[in-house]
C-alpha cells in the first residue's frame, strides 16, 4: 500500500510540472486582441507605464523621437496626464526632450501654433539654445531674435 501511494505521488507530481508552460512574448504579440490588452494594462498602470516610459528612455524615446504625429497624439490624450503625475516618467522625458534639439525644435512649434508660446519667446529661446551650443533643427524657418529679448522668463 505505502508503494502504490508512493508511485501514484511520483507520477501525480511528474504530470503536474509537465502543465508548466512557457510563454512566447513574440507568439503573444502577434496577436493583435492580445496585444491591445498589454497596451491597455500598461497605460493603465503607473508602476507599468513608468517601467515602460524607463525603457523607452534607455531606447533613446525612439517612437517619439522626430515624430511629431506621435507627440501630438501624446499631448493631446492622457499620456501627458499620466507623466505629470508621476515625477520620475516626467523627469526623465524632459531629460530626454532637452537633449534633443529636433524634438525641441517639433515641441515648441506646436506651442506657437496652439498659442500657447509667442513669437518673441520662440526667437528668444532658440536663441539662448544656440548660444548654449544645442542646435535647434527646424526653427531656422522664423526669423532672428528681435530687441525685444525677454529672458527674464528663463
Avoid: W
Avoid at 491591445?36 to 515602460?52: C, D, L, V
Avoid at 534639439?101 to 539662448?128: A, L, P, Q, W, Y
Amino acid at each position: 500500500m505505502k508503494t502504490l501511494v508512493i508511485i501514484l505521488s511520483v507520477i501525480g507530481l511528474l504530470s503536474l510540472s509537465s502543465c508548466d508552460q512557457k510563454t512566447n512574448v513574440k507568439t503573444m504579440l502577434q496577436n493583435s486582441e492580445t496585444r491591445s490588452e498589454i497596451i491597455k494594462t500598461i497605460a493603465g498602470n503607473p508602476e507599468f507605464m513608468t517601467e515602460f516610459m524607463a525603457n523607452m528612455q534607455g531606447k533613446d524615446m525612439q517612437m517619439m523621437q522626430g515624430d511629431p504625429k506621435m507627440m501630438g497624439a501624446m499631448m493631446q490624450g492622457e499620456g501627458i496626464q499620466v507623466m505629470m503625475k508621476d515625477s520620475t516618467m516626467m523627469y526623465s522625458m524632459m531629460n530626454g526632450m532637452m537633449n534633443d534639439g529636433k524634438m525641441m525644435g517639433t515641441m515648441m512649434k506646436m506651442m506657437h501654433e496652439k498659442g500657447m508660446m509667442s513669437e518673441d519667446c520662440i526667437k528668444s529661446c532658440t536663441k539662448m539654445m544656440e548660444e548654449k551650443g544645442m542646435e535647434m533643427q527646424g526653427m531656422n524657418k522664423m526669423a532672428m531674435p528681435t530687441d525685444k529679448d525677454h529672458t527674464n522668463h528663463h
